[in-house]
């Protein structure tokens, strides 16, 4: 079973607030991923990273910053939600190499 | 909020029938290959991977087939079950790409009782 977290699982916020979307994995892995995917839909890349202090947009544009301090967590910061933001935010870790991308359970996010 | 993307295909098979589900991939330079199922309101999980020396792959229930010469790609489900019901996510390694994995568009099953 894959060790990797994330935190709020569902969140229903106001437009205009700050939130920060939390995941963490304890598998030492070096990359981590974020992935928006709206209910049934394809899974697009927003960010990634490959270590502590490297951060990287992914394929689609997105108004979300991240952060690699630690390399156990990379939290997803939304300075000020839209209702265009409401989506599933998915985070992933892979070992260094090719191999299996693990996936946290995702949060769920509705803007009003 | 808004829609990005594709909506998935379905595929609608009855319990106990075999399940094909297919997917292309684009780069020729692809050395590793997952197949994912995705339920409801889940993160995805690993079903079955492949490394591009190999053809064929057998896990439980469950066989991948890699075609280089046309980049296709394919898991079987054999003897489906309701428990089956899912989006199904293929997604290959681009060895060029800095090891990044690129995912196609999924495959929603539906598995009739």
């Known amino acids: 079973e894959a060790d990797i977290y994330q935190t709020p699982r569902y969140l229903v916020i106001g437009t205009g607030k700050k939130i920060t979307l939390e995941c963490s994995q304890t598998?030492?892995?070096?990359?981590m991923y974020w992935y928006q995917q709206d209910p049934g839909m394809e899974l697009h890349l927003i960010h990634y990273s490959y270590g502590v202090n490297s951060t990287e947009k992914g394929d689609l544009s997105s108004e979300s910053t991240v952060s690699r301090i630690r390399t156990e967590h990379f939290p997803l910061t939304l300075e000020s939600a839209r209702p265009s933001h409401t989506s599933q935010y998915l985070c992933?870790?892979?070992?260094?190499?090719?191999?299996?991308?693990?996936f946290g359970e995702g949060s769920r996010l509705t803007v009003l | 909020g808004e829609s990005v993307g594709l909506h998935l295909p379905t595929l609608s098979v009855q319990e106990g029938d075999n399940s094909i589900i297919n997917c292309a991939y684009s780069?020729?330079?692809?050395?590793?290959f997952i197949w994912y199922k995705q339920e409801s309101g889940k993160g995805p999980q690993f079903i079955i991977d492949i490394r591009s020396n190999m053809d064929k792959r057998q896990g439980q229930r469950v066989t991948v087939l890699l075609n280089k010469t046309v980049k296709h790609l394919s898991l079987q489900i054999a003897a489906t079950q309701p428990g089956d019901s899912a989006v199904y996510f293929c997604?290959?390694?681009?060895?060029?790409?800095?090891?990044?994995?690129?995912f196609g568009g999924g495959t929603r099953l539906m598995v009739k009782p």
């Open positions: 598998m030492g892995h070096d990359k």
């Open positions: 780069n020729s330079a692809s050395d590793y």
């Open positions: 997604a290959e390694n681009i060895n060029n790409a800095g090891n990044m994995l690129t």
């Open positions: 992933a870790s892979r070992s260094r190499g090719a191999g299996e991308l693990f």
